[in-house]
Structure formats: C-alpha cells, structure tokens
C-alpha cells in the first residue's frame, strides 16, 4: 500500500522557533511537494520538488524553505515562525512516469497541525 | 495558466438523497482532471479522475464525474449519499503536456444529515 507519513500529526511552536516537518514516501515518487490548507482559501502550494536537490517555489514560499537530499524525503523549514503560519501542512508526491499507472495523481501524508503562539 | 472554480463552498443535503458537487476550469492547454475527498483530519485521497477516453468517470465509494469539455466543467455526482460521505471535496486539474503541479479548487464541503 503506497504511503507518505509526515511526522507529526500535531505540533506547538512559539514565535521565532525554527521549525522542521518531515515527510516520507515510499513509492519511489520524483515528484513532491507542501502545501499549506487553511479555511476557505483551499490548498495552497508553497514549494515542490522534482529531483533530489532540486526544488521550486510554489504560490506562497516566503517565510519558508525546503530539503530534499534523498528522493523519499522532503522536508519543509520555518526558519523564524510566526503566528500567521498556523496552518495544516500537508505534504504529497506523485510521479512523472507515464507508463505508471496513477500517472500525475497526487499522494497525500496525513497532514501536520501547527499552531504557532 | 489554469484556474478552478468549485461554485459552491458548502451543500448541506439529506442522508440517502442525489447530490452534485460543481467544477469549472479555464485552461488555454488540455487538462487532467481530478477530484479529490479529505475527510476530518486526514489528507487528501483520490475519488476519481480524467484523463483521456470515456468523459463518464466512475470513482470509489459509488461517486461519478462527467468532463465536459464545450462547458469546461467536470461536475461530481452521486445517486445515494451517506453520512460517511460528510467531507472536503476538491476538484483540481494538471495540464496534460508536461506540468505536475495541479491547480487546486478552493473545496467543497458536503454535509450529509441524517
């Protein structure tokens, strides 16, 4: 069964924490990538990935950055957290093979909650 | 570029009863097409999507999804609801040629009572 863990579910930071959310695939995707979702503005791409080393900004990178050092892991960093980045994190991958089968279908983690105080 | 509307942010409806959730994109470049459930406190999963072939799409959990290319819009339908059916639903669309980065619809959320 395909999957992608993030690992935290939920998470507690104050203001100015330098913070890390991890996230782990094991389907041998190129591609993935962080989105933030917050109440009515729906998913909202802040950085995606699709190489080791390599990554893009997406729709909303400022106050963030990414690492991707290894193919199964892409990790998301709050350099200084602020209290307008309470969110849910979620993190997803998906391949560019098109003799895959779920070609360009998105894989989601769990999600992370974070509230910065 | 592309863009996606989900025209109604939240349809409330009755345990049993026909439900359709709308999406309509604009794209200058043929699209994927996709849609998307999350329910409470979990990530997204795929229902269904389009790709090329038959324009009826049948997904999990007895949900269906028509792509109509003339009106742009690949609507969501089900005959029946449950309450397990009580979600987010996001439509999202990729460019076919090439692009990996879907374009996501702000969501729909479906409240089914009993």
């Known amino acids: 069964d395909v999957k992608v863990t993030q690992s935290s579910r939920y998470l507690v930071k104050r203001t100015g924490e330098k913070v890390f959310l991890e996230c782990v695939q094991d389907?041998?995707?190129?591609?993935m990538f962080w989105y933030r979702q917050d109440p009515g503005l729906g998913l909202r791409l802040i950085y995606f990935?699709?190489?080791?080393?390599?990554?893009e900004k997406g729709d909303i990178p400022e106050g963030y950055s990414v690492s991707r050092e290894k193919k199964e892991r892409f990790s998301l960093i709050l350099e200084s957290a602020s209290t307008n980045q309470t969110s849910m994190y979620l993190c997803?991958?998906?391949?560019?093979?098109?003799?895959?089968?779920?070609?360009?279908?998105?894989?989601f983690g769990p999600g992370t909650r974070l509230t910065v105080l | 570029a592309q863009s996606v509307t989900q025209l109604d942010s939240q349809v409330p409806v009755f345990e049993e009863a026909p439900v359709e959730l709308r999406c309509n994109y604009s794209?200058?470049?043929?699209?994927?097409l996709f849609w998307y459930v999350q329910y409470p406190n979990q990530g997204l999963q795929l229902l269904l999507k389009y790709l090329s072939g038959s324009t009826l799409v049948k997904g999990i959990n007895g949900f269906e999804a028509e792509f109509n290319k003339s009106q742009t819009s690949f609507h969501l339908r089900k005959p029946s609801v449950h309450i397990s059916d009580t979600a987010e639903y996001f439509c999202a669309v990729t460019p076919s040629g090439g692009s990996y980065i879907p374009t996501f619809g702000r969501g729909t959320s479906l409240i089914v009572h009993p």
């Open positions: 389907m041998d995707h190129e591609n």
């Open positions: 997803a991958s998906s391949s560019r093979d098109r003799g895959y089968k779920p070609y360009n279908e998105q894989f």
């Open positions: 990935s699709y190489d080791v080393k390599m990554k």
């Open positions: 794209s200058s470049v043929s699209v994927y």
